[in-house]
């Protein structure tokens, strides 16, 4: 490592992410922006490394986003995300035999959901509900699946067992995010095959490639414009992209994240 | 979807304003729903969607339009707009920019291959005409005809020439080992092994255990070339595959008559290291000139020989089945040195080279191991009478003099003027194989 390179920080989610990042390391390299990464065990790692200068850029959840801007009093700067970070959404999902009339409907009935540092699977969930009427705290029984704490959703098991538990009836219904759902449904995950979507949440941001302010302007640009060039067609980017989960970065911004803001705060996630 | 109370950013994507732009398709996804059908049909229809047109897809679930984005979105796809219908809602899906195979597209449908009689499918009609065009090393493991997808680890194949390794009839020999499967437990008549006499039986069984000991290295040197020809050769893979099975089938048969009457042999040395010399050999067409035309070929008349005087209706079945696959194995390696001594004038000396190159390795062998020797001889005279065993050693030294000549008949098939042919047939291994 050279000290002319970026560092860049990931959480370790799953053992794929060291074959993302070994081939985007490359890549980068060859684009004429060296950037090595650092993998952490968890986002609250992460955002403490961008906080101390220990990484550059942060490659953070929604959540760990969040908080780490709200650290800096909003002195951050995005470069970038994937497609699917655009239109990130949650939904409900309820079983097909006992479908629900309306979000209020799920009054005195029990809510699945997952990791509570997740904020497709808890956070923002609970926050749509609320703006639909729904205090779920309250007017629900809520089952939590607190299993990937720190990694926020990302390894997609607590989602796997909101889906398990209402398929087999210990939850009336159950929230997670429509790409784990679509991807388990994908995937032939058994349970799913009973369910149904019964409310989308409406669209927000999920993750992206987070900076502080006070980071080089231009370089920023120039590493901006290497990741939005990687071509999902390319066959040497393709296996990487694939498993990142991305088939065209975008610029990204700032615009999609407020949902998210208003429910940290309002959840007291943000002191 | 109900959003009463929430607050759209007018910056993310808003779905409930369909694109004002005419849907390029329409689909009536009637009651399918997504892990249902739904997906193989919305395939099916972007398909025909241009990148970056819209498929607009109506259905009258509630639920299916609310995955519809998740869906989307995996599959590369993007929801633009969904709207409310009389009969349900309609939802518009703009067909992703990205390639989903990389690869060139699927030709045009073509002219299937020809039938025989019977409505037969050969493997020797399904390229149509001629040996292929030299395959692409790095094509990795795509069957005949298809169309790779790109990446950058492929598999890379060592044998991706024609010339290196394919034989005019090979397509017909692939199709002659599929015909001609035998089942050595079933169609040998086991029982009749077990009434030989003492020395009788030991003669027997020692010939069989020469006769296992050297299919090993039958079996070996094909199958270590196997995992090296490319699939875009698939006559060869399928031909050296039926090679390894007939051999595993020699060996059972073999050891299984070896161990059938009582008896045990030895594995000899001197045969030992006449069979490693030939798996020294990495060259394919090397390889087959000493496997195939050479040692094989030479069993041909061993086999024949046993056949014929076999002391018991189980050898001689035996013999004479492994004789009808040894034919297949001798018939392609005559017909793959005749094309490429035919289509590579320089490659005489190096066949020549390579036989001689085995022999120098086997200068301290000295003769077929009288132990073998002298197993035929009882094994055909199934006595120790001097009279009969006078016989018996006379036919075994005709089927010597038989081996030389058709040794050198088959080199001359090859291609090989009559001189050179005799010159290899007498560096050829006393091992036999």
Known sequence: ?271 | MSQSGARPDHRLADRRHPDRRLPDHRLDAEHLELGGGLEVLLAAALERVPPGGVLEVRTPSRAVALELPGWARLAGHEVVGEAPAADGTVVQVRRGRTARVLAAPLPRRGEPPPLRGGGELHTADWRGGGPPAAADPAAGFAPLGALPEARTSAYSWRLSDPDEVWADDVGELVEQASAQQWDASREIPWSAARELDDTTERAVAQVMTFLAQNEYAALYVPARFLPEVNPQLAELVLWLSSHVHDEARHIEVFTKRALAGGWRGYALASTELSLSTLLDERDFTNASLLLNVLGEGTFLDLLRFIELHAPDPATAAAARLAHRDERRHVHFGVSHIRRAIASQPDIEPLLVGAVEARAAKLASLSGLSPLVIESLTVMSSRSLVPAELADAAAEVRSLMATMQRNRVRRLTACGFSRRTARYLSDLHSPNLM
């Open chain 1, 1 to 271: 490592m050279s000290g002319a390179e970026l560092r860049l920080g990931a959480v370790s989610y799953h053992p794929r992410v060291v074959t993302v990042w070994e081939r985007f390391r490359t890549y980068f390299a060859d684009r004429g922006v060296p950037t090595d990464y650092i993998l952490y065990s968890n986002y609250e790692r992460l955002v403490e490394g961008v906080l101390d200068g220990s990484v550059e850029i942060g490659w953070n959840t929604n959540t760990a986003f969040v908080r780490l801007d709200h650290e800096v009093g909003g002195q951050t700067r995005i470069l970038g995300m994937r497609d699917v970070d655009l239109d990130w959404s949650t939904v409900l999902v309820t079983r097909k035999d006992r479908p629900l009339d309306g979000v209020a409907d799920l009054a005195g009935r029990v809510l699945a959901l997952g990791s509570r540092d997740s904020g497709h699977a808890a956070i923002l969930p609970l926050h749509y509900l609320a703006q639909e009427g729904l205090d779920a705290g309250t007017q629900c029984g809520l089952i939590r699946f607190d299993t990937d704490i720190g990694k926020h959703g990302d390894t997609g098991d607590s989602e796997l067992h909101v889906v398990r538990a209402v398929s087999e009836g210990n939850a009336d219904a159950g929230v997670l995010s429509a790409a784990y759902f679509s991807a388990f449904r994908a995937d032939g995950v058994p349970q799913v095959a009973d369910l149904e979507v019964s409310w989308r949440s409406p669209p927000y941001y999920h993750c992206n490639f987070t900076v502080l302010e006070t980071f080089d302007l231009e370089l920023g640009e120039r590493w901006s414009q290497a990741l939005l060039a990687m071509d999902y067609d390319d066959e040497s980017l393709r296996p990487a992209m694939e498993l990142e989960g991305v088939r065209r970065w975008h610029p990204g911004g700032q615009a999609g994240y407020e949902s998210l803001r208003d429910a940290m705060r309002e959840q007291g996630l943000l002191s």
